[in-house]
Nanobody
């Protein structure tokens, strides 16, 4: 089992930036598919971005494409989500998750396919 810890959340005004980090213990990101999901109050958890290994294929939700960037640092065993041009709709708890054995790209957007999750970090964007 991989233990994941997110950090970097906070409050920011619309148009601002935040950088989320996810650190792993008990496993290395290079051997997993890693994703960021988010959940707003009263809404279901939704896919944000995913990366294969630490620098391979990436995929983004349409709502964040062009504004968010997912990347990995093998040396630090850390995964990062750089979030720019933030909007109020980006508000929510952001979770880092890892998984393996995905059969297709669309399955990487499904939260139930990920085996290990962090505790989440709150992001609040004010208009």
């Amino acid at each position: 089992q991989v233990q994941l810890v997110e950090s970097g959340g906070g409050s920011v005004q619309a148009g601002g930036s935040l950088r989320l980090s996810c650190t792993a213990s008990g496993g290395t990101f290079s051997t997993y598919v890693t994703a960021w999901f988010r959940q707003a109050p009263g809404k279901e958890r939704e896919f944000v971005a995913t990366i294969v290994g630490s620098g391979g294929f990436t995929d983004y939700a349409d709502s964040v494409k062009g504004r968010f960037t997912i990347s990995g640092d093998n040396a630090k065993n850390t995964m990062t989500l750089q979030m720019n041009s933030l909007k109020s709709d980006d508000t929510g708890v952001y979770y880092c998750a890892v998984g393996s054995g995905f059969s297709s790209i669309p399955t990487m957007r499904q939260p139930d396919r990920y085996s290990d999750w962090g505790q989440g970090t709150q992001v609040t964007v004010s208009a």
